[in-house]
């Protein structure tokens, strides 16, 4: 165009009035208004983000003749200026604090900025440069405002072709931007939606696949892969509550070798989800005091951000809580928040199932478990009568093979001289009822064993049938002369017997025991109200009771005495606490024998009470007899000492007298008070004699221990013949529990020696007169 058709165009001619310069800012601000309407065009037609950044890249470097140029966006959830496209560098995607570096500076302060030389400037980070090999030179910098003037980024050209960056530069580089915002604002949404969507999806298909998941180890090993890869985090945990130990367990901790842990319901970041029901975010874990940095110290893993949020069932009760560990680039936000609650909604589910099916495993693995180790033989029907399933015992006892028996109807598999098991199957099938048929023959294989054989229904919860099982006990041989010894002696005993076949058991070895003896108070007055027949029904009824308490210590039984029991603890299989075992076992015979004795006083018989003593010695002990008739027993001066003391505990108002052999040995701490030393008829060495209180409640025996310790010094001042000051002691001993008539009996016998005083070699021994 020449410059006189310019000087006419639009009617006005710029020479006449001296305007020449003009022109220049004209054709400056068309060239202005020309490269912003090429880059609404461009970026007017695009949706995708990232083809918008490219085409702003492209038009801008070419628009301010710079050699590179990008755009920052502002990502509120990180805090980060980020860019998708940058020319010449190889990256996808830059990601810098928005208060890093020049673009972090205009960020910050909103206003344009022309950096001439790049690394004289301190806010410049050259640390991309140093990643890409490329060199900085010169920046221009400005804020990418919308219309109300909020900024959502910066844009940024490196490296001027011609020259430093000006004004100008800057004008432009501000008005492209402003141009571009629309578009990039619609960008952004749209691909928050598509990515939304891609999520919402994504997530569907997944809970569908995890949820169709049964066996608990592999489900939480996948949900935690999945929740690790959904929030882009370094490691994820499912802590699952174990309410038998109120514990919150993980079978799975991803990058760690830990196969299980365990840790209170009430502890760490996790427990404190568990108990209050709300999630938790923690952007800097050391930073919050209910971190445990325990973990962290053993593994040598780094906790640097958290997510837990607590797994609820159906029900509204917390099962659970899901913890994910340090999400790469920054904090979880507020949609990781969300994403992870919404995952544990669904997952809870598939958990409850998965649980359910892992305790139902549990269950069938440990029966299976069970009738493997079965010594009886069991073999379970359907409904239609056919065999389902049979122990090993069982195809021992029958003498077959699984496949022999396993699936056959009874009808076929019972024939001939079993016959009779079929009709017992129908019997318990038509009256729902167990029936027990003790000792008869089953014929196996041409071969008679004798056998306890038991049909009983099988019901579910809801009473339905199932089918029936049979429990077959081979009593053949000796374990059926066993079970017969048993009923008559210690089993252990039987056992050996049985064992032992040339009859080495006759005879007898020196070994330390602890004796029992026991009797009941008053047995006269009882056998008078009951007469012979009530006796032995009593009699039946109390052994039960006591023979039950020295059982459960493994207390051998030695013999009944009338209403007395002898028993032993370490015989014939000693024990590192039988001394405790004897202890324990005595304290529970009281208990019992009053709970007894008030279930009788209710219906009208005559109370129930008794006295026990123990002592530990060696003794003599084994089968004493002939070859034809024997019994297994002890004896010794350490036997005769236990009788002793049990007739002693009339004397002393007691019902556990112990000797201090037995005392001296205990290992657990009981309360015990120190009532005498004294020497049985028929020896010259004194013993000291113990009493236990253990069995007492508050209410039979008040202020126990004060009790205890105002006795035990003034049995010490006694021995010391300080009488008077002795039963002051024991006053207040009887002051703190008025039936305490142990502290009257010394009351009375420090009044005794008072008036008549021991010899001067008394060193407070007291001889019992009784046997």
Not at 154 to 183: R, W, Y
Not at 271 to 295: E, M, Q, S
Not at 637 to 657: Q, T, W
């Amino acid at each position: 165009m020449a410059d006189g058709d310019l000087g006419h165009h639009g009617g006005i001619d710029l020479r006449l009035h001296g305007k020449r310069p003009k022109i220049a800012d004209l054709q400056s601000q068309l060239r202005h208004f020309d490269i912003l309407l090429n880059v609404s065009r461009r970026v007017s037609g695009t949706e995708s983000l990232d083809e918008i950044l490219d085409a702003l890249v492209e038009t801008t470097s070419r628009a301010i003749g710079a050699d590179r140029s990008s755009f920052f966006l502002f990502d509120p959830n990180t805090d980060e200026l980020f860019s998708r496209s940058a020319q010449g560098i190889h990256r996808r995607e830059i990601r810098f604090s928005s208060s890093e570096g020049v673009g972090g500076a205009v960020f910050q302060s909103r206003e344009p900025m022309i950096v001439d030389d790049a690394y004289s400037d301190p806010r410049f980070n050259a640390d991309v440069d140093k990643e890409t090999g490329y060199t900085t030179k010169t920046i221009l910098c400005v804020p990418i405002r919308t219309v109300k003037d909020e900024v959502i980024g910066v844009a940024q050209c490196l490296n001027k072709h011609s020259g430093a960056f000006t004004e100008k530069d800057a004008s432009l580089l501000s008005d492209i931007a402003q141009m571009a915002v629309p578009a990039l604002r619609s960008s952004q949404f749209v691909e928050r939606m598509r990515k939304v969507r891609a999520q919402e999806m994504e997530f569907l298909s997944v809970v569908a696949d995890i949820t169709s998941e049964l066996e608990l180890d592999s489900l939480l090993a996948r949900v935690m892969a999945e929740a690790t890869r959904m929030l882009d985090a370094e490691r994820s945990t499912l802590f699952l509550h174990d309410e038998k130990t109120d514990t919150l367990f993980s079978r799975v901790a991803q990058g760690s070798k830990v196969g299980e842990i365990r840790l209170p319901s009430h502890a760490g970041i996790a427990g404190t989800v568990f108990t209050t029901n709300k999630t938790v975010n923690i952007p800097h874990a050391y930073a919050d005091l209910r971190f445990n940095p325990g973990f962290d110290k053993t593994t040598g893993f780094f906790t640097r951000s958290i997510l837990c949020t607590p797994v609820v069932n159906k029900y509204g009760k917390v099962i659970g809580v899901t913890q994910a560990l340090n999400k790469k680039g920054g904090p979880f936000s507020e949609d990781d928040e969300s994403r992870l609650k919404a995952f544990t909604a669904q997952v809870a589910i598939a958990l409850e199932n998965a649980k359910l099916f892992d305790d139902v495993q549990k269950m069938k693995n440990y029966n299976e478990s069970m009738l493997l180790s079965m010594s009886n033989g069991v073999v379970t029907l359907s409904e239609s009568r056919v065999v389902v399933t049979c122990n090993e015992a069982g195809l021992k006892i029958f003498q077959c093979k699984a496949a022999d028996i396993i699936g056959k109807k009874a009808s076929d598999f019972f024939v001939g001289k079993n016959e009779w098991i079929v009709e017992r199957i129908a019997k318990v099938e038509t009256q729902k009822t167990s029936d027990i048929q003790m000792d008869v023959a089953l014929d196996v294989g041409g071969t008679t064993a004798t056998v306890n054989f038991s049909v009983l229904p099988l019901k579910t919860d809801h009473a339905e049938q199932l089918g029936t099982m049979l429990m077959i006990e081979d009593i053949s041989t000796e374990k059926r002369v066993k079970a017969t010894m048993s009923r008559y002696m210690d089993p252990t005993i039987a056992a050996r017997m049985l064992e032992n076949d040339d009859g080495g058991m006759l005879g007898g070895q020196n070994t330390r025991a602890t004796v029992m003896f026991s009797d009941i108070r008053g047995f006269t007055p009882i056998t008078e109200q009951l007469g012979a027949q009530g006796t032995v029904s009593f009699l039946n009824e109390y052994f039960t009771i006591m023979v039950e308490a020295i059982s459960k210590e493994e207390g051998m039984l030695d013999k009944f005495i009338g209403d007395a029991i002898m028993a032993a603890f370490g015989l014939p299989m000693p024990h590192d606490d039988d001394e405790d075992r004897a202890v324990r076992a005595s304290i529970a015979m009281i208990r019992e024998c009053w709970k007894y004795s008030a279930e009788r006083v209710a219906k009208g018989f005559v109370p129930v009470d008794m006295g026990i003593g123990l002592n530990t010695d060696m003794v003599v002990s084994g089968n004493i007899g002939s070859a034809r008739r024997m019994d297994y027993t002890l004896i010794g001066d350490g036997v005769n000492l236990a009788s002793r003391l049990e007739s002693a505990c009339k004397a002393y108002s007691a019902r556990i007298l112990i000797s201090e052999n037995t005392y001296k040995r205990l290992r657990g701490t009981y309360r015990v008070r120190d009532i005498d030393m004294v020497i049985v008829k028929g020896k010259t060495e004194p013993v000291g004699v113990y009493e236990v209180l253990d069995y007492h409640t508050d209410e039979t025996f008040p202020n126990l221990m004060d009790v205890v310790n105002y006795f035990n010094e003034g049995i010490r001042i006694y021995r010391k013949r300080e009488f008077g000051r002795a039963i002051e002691n024991f006053q207040e001993a009887l002051e703190r529990h008025p039936k305490d008539r142990l502290s009257q009996t010394y009351i009375d016998r420090c009044k005794y020696m008072i008036e008549h005083p021991p010899a001067d070699d008394w060193i407070g021994v007291w001889q019992m007169k009784e046997k």
